[in-house]
């Protein structure tokens, strides 16, 4: 189980700026300490627990990069025309039985072995055949189009480091030096509940002042893409005791307790009351908008000590961006993942936008390509942090620092898409 501390960890200002929420997650939060064996078939998306050296040379022999002749560079003319006897043919999976000689160029293909002797290949379309002979022009460079061995890794070197939460080029690349499993630390264990008197799961009656829950199938998916392991509890209502027990006892089997709604100041908010109860709040509001309402805690777990507590917004806007700043640093530090910055990319605002000092906004925004071939970012029409159509009909956020007021159409903006915010 990963555990928090929970020391000198207490924030009690009006408003946690998000670079300081970043900072005390980084130094309090535990990574989970279980690992495995993970078969690459299963390791994608999963974080790695030690170094992997690669065990051989990538390529592990010369080898032609496309297809043409290869040659011995010192037997061309420099100044002119070439003439070659072809003397055999090489395709990959295939090896030369004998030395290429002098004058020779032997037919090769991408892929193929590198005959010895031989040191540049020339493409296809650049020579001509006569008969049993190739004719090659001038200019090639020695060693042109040939890949050597190790080029691309050299055996005993680092070939994925540990806390690389593996994307599926990594794998690719653990598959090509023959590996077929990976130390992996196991899973971080997630349970996930909604909150609210007033939301009914899809397909269920829904009463006239009920709205059907989003929030736990948005998060759900956001979770997945970060490869947790997720137990869905289901809505907890309204109650005091029964969200203290609930939260209690999904904490004792979880690594993070992830909740939305009941995490602001009105009567019925009882998440953040629960959590101070049965363990201890670490901070609930965040400079930022929409999502400023969000909760993070430590509750008692099992044996191995605690489990991370995180409140989310009930508007499923604000749940989705706190999840994006808020959650997904707290849970890739629990699943021992190097850190992953959110690197903002420019584009051009095509609107002018205010906002108060001292908290970090994010707009939804669309992007268009302008006429000069900018991209430009269009804002979504509608601000309200519970309009979901304002995410389906946007490609990101633009991201409006702490520090900024005024911006004016034509400025450049930081701008996150869904992908990367998603992970």
Request: proline fraction near 7%; hydrophobic fraction near 45%.
């Amino acid at each position: 189980m990963a555990q928090l501390t929970d020391d000198c960890f207490a924030f009690s200002g009006p408003l946690l700026p998000i670079p300081d929420m970043e900072r005390m997650i980084a130094e309090r939060v535990r990574p989970v300490s279980e690992t495995g064996t993970v078969n690459l078939a299963g390791a994608r998306g999963r974080v790695l627990a030690a170094d992997v050296i690669a065990p051989l040379d990538l390529p592990p022999f010369d080898n032609s990069a496309v297809d043409g002749y290869a040659v011995r560079h010192r037997d061309l003319d420099p100044q002119g025309e070439t003439r070659l006897a072809v003397t055999g043919r090489l395709t990959a999976g295939s090896a030369a039985a004998t030395p290429l000689r002098a004058h020779e160029a032997i037919r090769i293909f991408t892929g193929a072995p590198m005959p010895r002797g031989a040191d540049t290949v020339f493409m296809q379309e650049d020579v001509r055949t006569e008969g049993d002979a190739v004719i090659v022009p001038p200019g090639l460079k020695p060693g042109a189009n040939r890949r050597l061995a190790g080029e691309d890794v050299q055996k005993n070197s680092l070939l994925l480091p540990a806390g690389r939460r593996l994307a599926a080029q990594d794998v690719a690349l653990a598959a090509a030096v023959g590996l077929t499993s990976l130390t992996m630390r196991r899973k971080v264990r997630v349970a996930l509940f909604s909150t609210g008197d007033e939301i009914v799961d899809p397909g269920k009656p829904r009463p006239a002042a009920a709205l059907y829950d989003a929030n736990r199938f948005l998060l759900d998916g956001m979770l997945e893409r970060l490869s947790a392991d997720v137990t869905d509890l289901g809505i907890l209502k309204d109650d005091p005791a029964a969200l203290q027990a609930a939260i209690a006892e999904a904490a004792r089997d979880h690594d993070l307790v992830l909740t939305s709604g009941g995490v602001s100041t009105g009567e019925a908010d009882h998440v953040r009351d629960a959590i101070e109860k049965i363990g201890k709040l670490v901070f609930w509001r965040v400079a930022i908008k929409p999502g400023r309402p969000v909760a993070m805690g430590v509750v008692p777990g099992g044996s191995a000590g605690a489990a991370a507590f995180v409140g989310l917004p009930g508007n499923p806007v604000a749940a989705f961006i706190t999840f994006a700043r808020v959650v997904r640093p707290l849970f890739l530090r629990l699943a021992g993942a190097a850190p992953e910055p959110l690197t903002a990319l420019p584009v051009r605002l095509a609107f002018a936008y205010k906002k108060k000092t001292g908290r970090r906004e994010y707009v939804r925004v669309a992007l268009r390509p302008a006429a000069d071939g900018t991209v430009e970012a269009f804002k979504h029409p509608q601000d309200g942090a519970g309009v979901l159509t304002s995410l389906t009909e946007t490609d990101g956020l633009a991201e409006f620092p702490e520090n900024t007021t005024t911006v004016e159409a034509g400025s450049t903006v930081g701008f996150l898409s869904y992908a990367t915010l998603m992970g």
